[in-house]
């Protein structure tokens, strides 16, 4: 992409800030140009935190009938997938999948309660419960 080309189409899901975009100015080198964003782009990100929205609410409603435990509503009310959040605690995804089972959750220890809150930015005890 040309310099003159990077989007400046203020993306509301930058909160007014800018990015910096890598485009190839007049000399044809790479150089560093700051974006207000692309349209584009903040179509797929409210699409994409639509369908966060949506998990989440699912997850909450399986926790409600005892299907769930509150960690599969937490990952989703913050964005995680089962593997980023595998990633961000240096647990495997079948164990984050494990723990989705209220009886397994329930009998977790404090060290990986804590890492799973640490992940999330959230405590331990919001972890635990539910809005």
Request: aromatic fraction near 10%; charge should be negative; hydrophobic fraction near 40%.
């Amino acid at each position: 992409m040309k310099k003159q080309d990077v989007p400046q189409d203020n993306n509301s899901a930058l909160g007014g800030e800018r990015k910096a975009m890598y485009a190839v100015d007049e000399n044809g080198e790479y150089t560093v140009v700051a974006s207000s964003g692309w349209e584009v782009e903040e179509t797929v990100t409210s699409l994409a935190v639509e369908h966060y929205q949506e998990l989440a609410e699912e997850a909450l409603q399986q926790v409600q009938q005892g299907m769930a435990s509150p960690l599969r509503y937490h990952m989703f009310a913050r964005r995680f997938n089962v593997d980023t959040l595998a990633q961000t605690t240096g647990l495997f995804q079948w164990q984050v999948k494990r723990h989705f089972k209220p009886k397994i959750f329930s009998k977790l220890d404090a060290k990986i309660l804590a890492r799973y809150a640490t992940a999330m930015g959230i405590s331990v005890e919001q972890l635990q419960s539910t809005p």
